[in-house]
Nanobody, 132 residues
Framework: QVQVVESGGGLVQAGGSLRLSCTAS????????MGWFRQAPGKEREGVSC????????YYIDSVKGRFIISRDNAKTTLYLQMNNLQPEDTDMYYC?????????????????????????WGRGTQVTVSS
């Protein structure tokens, strides 16, 4: 299974930007589709964005569409999430994870309804805090 390490979180004011990174520990992401997820204390984890590695197709939940950009490097070693115009409601712990060969439909991504047997191995995450 792919071990992931997330980084890049921090404290920003509303309207600010952060870029999160996700690296594969000791390997590459091969051709896995990769997703970003987030979770606040006491809340369910939700899927935020996904990229299908083989096609470069990207997907976003409505609340981040137009503000967040998911991307990856060509060496398939690093996944990014550029977060712009951050709002206090974006305050969460952010995680990345492989989701299979292709991204699920956005509603399934958001609700973590992902059938791939390798899904569910989480890194430590990176904290994003947005002050108003």
């Amino acid at each position: 299974q792919v071990q992931v390490v997330e980084s890049g979180g921090g404290l920003v004011q509303a309207g600010g930007s952060l870029r999160l990174s996700c690296t594969a520990s000791g390997s590459s992401f091969d051709d896995y589709a990769m997703g970003w997820f987030r979770q606040a204390p006491g809340k369910e984890r939700e899927g935020v964005s996904c990229i299908t590695w083989s096609t470069g197709n990207t997907y976003y939940i409505d609340s981040v569409k137009g503000r967040f950009i998911i991307s990856r490097d060509n060496a398939k070693t690093t996944l990014y999430l550029q977060m712009n115009n951050l709002q206090p409601e974006d305050t969460d712990m952010y995680y990345c994870a492989p989701v299979g060969k292709v991204c699920p439909r956005v509603p399934n991504l958001q609700a973590l309804r992902i059938s791939w047997s390798g899904f569910g191995h989480w890194g430590r995450g990176t904290q994003v805090t947005v002050s108003s």
